[in-house]
């Protein structure tokens, strides 16, 4: 007789997100650990009240995402979150308080790397209405990976990087932006690099609310253009930029010769408001060939229909590629779907809009 198999062993599952809770509130941290752990896809390796307790944690338990308070004790979450990148990069999710400071920080933490930045009710009994949302972001991130941040560019506030020609002509043209993770610190640079009488500018960043206003006045101190939160009814000229509202979408509309944009509510599209696409799409509309499109790190695919819109009314598109990118999310999809002209280094980016816009200005 034949001896029975032997039993198969059971293939293992999925592996699960590893995830470090960082925070000084007790409240919070088991909030979030409790809320992140109910996920079966979800392991919580940890928590800490602090960064010094957090390193030792990092090292030794390998989390795959670090979720970071901003203000602790012993060592503020900035400095904490520049000592990670450089030393031992991990996908960083900010949970900050949504104050006028915590803004400012926000801007900051996001610069220095991290890759998404959430907003902490202002009481910590009322973080769990979060968590649902954190889980999401939590996997996200983790499936994404992420690479650490591009350096900054070497020049004062306010001061271009570099010699950053003017048009020798303008026009009505319009130049749209759209990004998410890893977006901020890319928009600082096109922006940075372009002279005071650029194109018009739309710019939708996925961001919270207030947040977006700190991000418009760390762009007009970083460049030579007149950047602020949209408010509708703005006209879009050259030498303006204007970037949507969190909570809103911002949509391009034509008057006359005249473009403006509108500042409205409405559901999100693809999880998101503002949301790229609508904006895009927005622009094709009311702009066509006058306009200039480029899709910017982040996850996810928002933009990427959108951008197609543009291309098929006769805009130009450009596409930040794979190497400089944080996150190469939505600009792949839009590769994928033949949203894009043209893939670039980020550092590329502003000379090949000026040079299309130098174009279309002839004609």
């Known amino acids: 007789m ?7 062993a059971p293939r293992p599952g999925p592996r699960r997100v590893r995830v470090l809770v960082v925070d000084d509130s007790a409240v919070v941290r088991n909030v979030f650990s409790s809320g992140l752990a109910r996920d079966p896809g979800i392991e919580v390796v940890g928590t800490a009240p602090d960064p010094f ?3 030792d944690l990092l090292l030794e338990k390998e989390p795959d995402v670090i979720t970071l308070d901003l203000e602790m004790p012993r060592m503020d979450g900035i400095t904490f979150l520049r000592k990670i990148m450089r030393y031992r990069p991990t996908p960083v999710i900010v949970v900050s308080s ?3 400071a915590g803004g400012e920080l926000a801007m900051e933490a996001l610069a220095a790397g991290a890759v998404e930045v959430m907003c902490k009710p202002g009481a910590a009994y009322s973080v769990g209405d979060m968590t649902t949302d954190l889980v999401e972001k939590v996997k996200e991130v983790a499936a994404t990976g992420v690479r650490a941040p591009a350096d900054r560019p070497a020049h004062p506030p306010g001061q271009a990087a570099g010699p950053a020609p003017a048009l020798s002509r303008t026009t009505n043209q319009i130049l749209a932006l759209g990004a998410s ?3 901020t610190v890319a928009v600082e640079r096109i922006l940075a690099s372009l002279p005071p009488n650029a194109p018009g500018l739309v710019i939708t960043q996925h961001m919270p609310e207030l947040f977006t206003r700190f991000f418009a006045n760390r762009l007009k101190s970083m460049s030579r253009l007149d950047a602020r ?5 703005d006209s879009v000229v050259p030498g303006v930029a204007l ?3 969190g909570n809103k979408h911002m949509l391009l509309r034509r008057s006359g010769a005249r473009y403006l944009v509108e500042v409205k509510d409405g559901p999100r599209v693809n999880r998101h408001r503002p949301s790229v696409d609508v904006m895009f799409r927005s ?4 702009a066509g060939k006058n306009a200039i499109g480029v899709i910017l790190t982040g ?3 928002d933009g990427a229909q959108g951008l197609l819109a543009m291309r098929e009314a006769g805009a130009r598109t450009l596409a930040q590629d794979e190497d400089s990118c944080v996150v190469f999310g939505m600009p792949k999809v839009a590769i994928d779907c033949g949203a894009v002209e043209q893939v670039l280094p980020l550092d590329l980016i502003s000379a090949e809009v000026l040079r299309l816009a130098e174009a279309q200005a002839r004609g």
Do not use: C, I, K, Y
């Open 2 to 8: 034949a001896a029975p198999p032997a039993p198969t």
């Open 53 to 55: 307790v957090a390193r």
């Open 98 to 100: 949504l104050t006028q």
């Open 181 to 183: 993770t890893g977006g």
């Open 229 to 233: 939160e949209a408010v509708d009814g």
């Open 243 to 245: 970037v949507a509202p």
């Open 283 to 286: 622009v094709a509309r009311s």
């Open 299 to 301: 996850m996810g695919g």
